[in-house]
Structure formats: C-alpha cells, structure tokens
C-alpha cells in the first residue's frame, strides 16, 4: 500500500481510479454538470458555492448573483466583468477561471479554482495574528503588490483592495479576489461606468460604516478608498489601489484601521479620508527600528496627492523586498 502524507478530509478530495476513468456521456448537458452544491459565501450581492463538476470529476467553485439582484442589469454586468477580468488576468495570484455559463433560469454564473485557506482578515484577528509575523505578512503584501502589478501592466484597476478580498492559502498560496469592482477602458481610453448615484450616496451618507463593498453606495469599501474613489472622481488611475494597499500594510503595522472606524459614519470616514492624515503605525504599535521604512512607505502611499504615492507596485515591491532589515 503506498503512503501519501494525511490531509484534512473536509478540505481535499482523494483522487481515485473510479473517477478519472469514469465514461465521459455521449450526449452532455450543461444544467447537470454541477451537482452537490455547498454554499461557502454570501456576500451583499452575490453566492459562492463549492460544487462537483461531475464531466472531469473536481470540486470547484461556483458564483452566481443572489436572486434579489439577479436580474439587475449591473450587476449581471459587473458579473460578467470580474469573470473575464480575472480570466484575462492569468497570473500566479489570481484564481484562474473554468467557464462562464447561465444557468435554467438564464442567469449568469461562472466556475474558479476552489482554493481553501484564510483570507488576511481572518489572519489579522487575535486567533491568527500571533502565528504570522512580520515577515510573513509583509510577504502576503508582497504578492498582493505583484498581482496589481501584472493587473495594471494590463489596464485593469481593483478598485476594492482589503484584506477581505486577500486569501492565504494552506500552501502559502496568496491570491486577490473579487475584481468584480475592475475598472477597465475602452481602446480609445473611454468607458462605460455609470453616472454616481449622487442622491443615493447622500441619503447614505449617516449610515454606519461596514467592512461590506458598496455600502453607503460607493462602489469600494469606504475604509480602503483613496480620496479620489471617495469622490467617485472619473479619472482614477492604478494609484487608488497603490493607497488601498497602503491601507492594509498600516493595519499590518498597527494593528488597526488609519482612521477609527467603529461607531463612524459614511460621511465622517469619507471626511477623514479627504482631509486627515493619519498618525504614523508607530503611535499605535511597537514597530521594529528596521522596520522604519516600511511605516515611511505607508505614509508615502496614504498621501492625499496620488502624486506624492509610489510610481507603481514594483517600487513598493521592491522595498518590502529589500528595503527594510527583514
């Protein structure tokens, strides 16, 4: 009997003859190639499951929209985009994707690699944080940074960097999620983005913030917008992730938010963002002398003038590989 080393039956199949010598159907239909469907998520607007794909017999992962927005011609939009975005984008720290499909009801859907792990929320609570250290977390950043990289290399911006959107997986696989949000232009440099809800963005204006994509009607997540995603100025460009990403690496350091996020409002967060500049990690958290120019690093990308941020991911790259006493 040959010896395989033991893996957590709840997260990995086995391979086995049976399955991958199973007769393929003479005739295939779509509406019965996934079975045995297991809901993982449930975001704001959409359902992530686990399933089987029953023709080459892996389990995989399967998003749809929730029923209420199903039919929204948006969404179903943004849908479609995050698949073929993160399709296009074939990189080592993006999910690569199988199909894009509708369902019986002509709803669209599509299927990705099922990667189990942790994402870098989870990671940064007190159950996780003391197993990850400087390095290793400084390392996650890392290959957030080479995906924006390789995804703004191609003209595509995130637009929801944050550790929601981060996962770890068990063999230190770092993978960005949801491009969902992707700003993509046309050849001649225009694009089809809606007009801002201004009315809308108002009203919400006193709701509390939440960690949730969207909420207060700005597309993003308010605690991780750059000023100009604040805004919903038009013009954005590659340095609005370059400030998102800052923002994960001030919680790496300080263990917190740059701006205190409990108990605050849209409208208040939105005002921090626009005209405050936060402390430095350093007033929060003990941080490492040869550490120094990683907290220089975030300050420079939480700059209100994109100007003043890094030219690009591979400058940020570059010192959190080589320049800092790691």
């Known amino acids: 009997m040959p010896q ?3 893996l957590p039956e709840d997260e990995y199949d086995s391979i086995y003859l049976e399955e991958t010598d199973r007769p393929l159907p003479e005739k295939i239909f779509q509406n019965t190639k996934y079975a045995y469907f297991k809901t993982i998520a449930r975001s704001g607007k959409a359902i992530i499951s686990s399933c ?4 080459l017999g892996r389990v995989i992962c399967h998003k749809k929209l929730r029923p209420e927005v199903a039919d929204d011609p948006v969404e179903q939009m943004r849908l479609l985009r995050e698949a073929r975005v993160t399709a296009s984008l074939q990189h080592p720290n993006t999910v690569p994707i199988y199909e894009v499909g509708r369902d019986k009801k002509g709803h669209i859907y599509f299927t990705m690699k099922l990667v189990h792990g942790f994402t870098l929320r989870e990671l940064f609570d007190e ?3 003391d197993r990850y250290d400087l390095v290793q977390l400084v390392d996650v950043a890392i ?5 924006l990289r390789y995804a703004h290399s191609h003209r595509v911006i995130h637009r929801d960097i944050k550790p929601d959107n981060v996962l770890v997986g068990p063999y230190d696989e770092v993978l960005v999620l949801d491009w969902g949000l992707a700003k993509v232009w046309r050849e001649d ?8 809800d201004t009315e809308a963005i108002e009203a919400a204006s006193q709701d509390p913030v939440t960690s949730l994509t969207g909420a207060g009607k700005l597309d993003g997540t308010i605690e991780y917008m750059s000023p100009e995603q604040a805004r919903s100025d038009p013009d954005i460009d590659y340095r609005t992730d370059i400030y998102s990403l800052g923002v994960v690496l001030y919680e790496i350091l300080a263990r917190r938010l740059p701006f205190k996020s409990k ?16 402390p430095r990690p350093s007033s929060f958290a003990t941080i490492p002398a040869a550490a120094a120019p990683l907290e220089d690093l975030v300050m420079q990308c939480l700059s209100k003038d ?3 941020r890094p030219s690009g991911c591979e400058e ?5 590989q080589h320049g800092w006493g790691r």
Not at 52 to 55: C, I, P, W
Not at 316 to 320: H, N, P, Q, T, Y
């Open 4 to 6: 395989f080393p033991e």
């Open 52 to 55: 089987k794909d029953r023709h």
């Open 127 to 129: 159950e996780y944080r």
């Open 143 to 147: 290959e957030v940074a080479q995906a």
């Open 189 to 196: 440099n225009t694009d089809n983005e809606p007009e801002p």
């Open 263 to 278: 108990g605050a409002t849209v409208s208040e967060m939105k005002e921090q963002i626009l005209n405050v500049m936060p």
């Open 306 to 308: 994109r100007e003043a």
């Open 316 to 320: 940020m790259i570059r010192i959190m």
